[in-house]
């Protein structure tokens, strides 16, 4: 059976959640523009001193920015862009091709009975998250 992108996710979703995976996604980017926003700032109030205060400033908020919130897997998969999500599905689907199941339950069942495809499915996300995403995955042993 043809499976859909949302029925991938869903079994990600379970897969992450019966492992108790967290991930740390650090913003860089966000860090990166708090920094330049607060050293201009600085420096149109301040003049030269104002940029050497508004780049500490920035500096410190931009770190704590990016230091990254562990939050649980399942959330951060659900707000990924359609594009993003459609790659999770294109290597599930080479996994998942020669099972035989008629709703997005039974697929999980299914995967749940066998701890190979777990593993298999569960090595995409995390490599997915680490390589992608760039975070950082806490996960129960």
């Known amino acids: ?13 379970h897969l992450a959640q019966k492992k108790g995976m967290k991930a740390a996604v650090k913003h860089t980017g966000r860090g990166a523009l708090v920094v330049a926003a607060s050293t201009f700032l600085g420096g149109l109030m ?3 001193p104002g940029i050497v205060i508004g780049g500490a400033f920035g500096g410190l908020l ?13 959330q951060i998969l659900l707000e990924l862009p359609p594009a993003e999500q459609q790659k ?31 593993q298999k499915l569960t090595a995409v ?13 806490q996960h129960r042993k």
């Open 46 to 48: 301040g003049g030269p």
């Open 62 to 74: 931009g770190a704590w920015m990016t230091s990254g919130q562990f939050r649980p897997v399942p």
């Open 125 to 137: 996300l995390k490599n997915y998250l680490t390589k992608q995403l760039k975070a950082k995955i």
């Open 1 to 13: 059976m043809p499976i859909n992108v949302d029925d991938v996710m869903q079994l990600y979703c």
């Open 88 to 118: 999770l599905y294109d290597e599930a689907a080479v996994i998942l091709r020669h099972l035989d199941w008629t709703d997005v339950a039974q697929l999980t069942a299914l995967v749940m009975r066998y701890a190979n495809l777990q």
